[in-house]
């Protein structure tokens, strides 16, 4: 092995002494980050909506919401924030490029979307005065750890 450079240990030398050029390992050290599964061109560069509207959707659900919660609909305008959380993690789970929409992995992003989406429709439903949602089990347990 005289004269043989190893630069990282993916490049190493087989056993003839030749660095291999493939491999399916990763390199010890990255240079760029991978592009979300989304992130590829389904338009032309000028064509923003077209390759953007998924998450122009959901941006329009969500700033909808804000602005039934600002006009004091609270309940309303807070099941739309979550909604549209959840129609971003369908569209992420049905579409092949979504586009900005893509932040992580495709199974990442869906279940964001989906435990947070939940969580704000939830907590919405249950929020007080006059809750739609009662859920009795967590009555008790507040009762239970208050009072103890």
Not at 3 to 21: H, K, Y
Not at 99 to 113: H, P
Request: net charge positive; proline share 7%; glycine share 10%.
């Amino acid at each position: 092995m005289d004269g043989i450079e190893v630069r990282d240990p993916v490049s190493a030398p087989d056993a003839d002494g030749v660095p291999r050029r493939t491999t399916r390992r990763f390199p010890l050290f990255t240079r760029d980050t991978a592009r979300p599964e989304g992130g590829g061109r389904a338009a032309p560069g000028d064509a923003l909506a077209a390759r953007q509207w998924p998450i122009i959707v959901v941006l329009g659900i969500v700033a909808l919401g804000l602005l039934v919660t600002a006009l004091d609909v609270f309940r309303i305008g807070t099941i739309l924030i979550g909604v549209g959380l959840l129609v971003g993690a369908v569209l992420r789970w049905l579409l092949p490029g979504v586009g900005m929409l893509a932040v992580r992995s495709r199974f990442t992003d869906i279940v964001t979307y989906t435990v947070l989406g939940t969580a704000i429709v939830l907590l919405s439903l249950m929020a007080q005065p006059e809750p739609w949602l009662q859920i009795p089990f967590l009555k008790d347990t507040l009762h239970f750890t208050v009072s103890s």
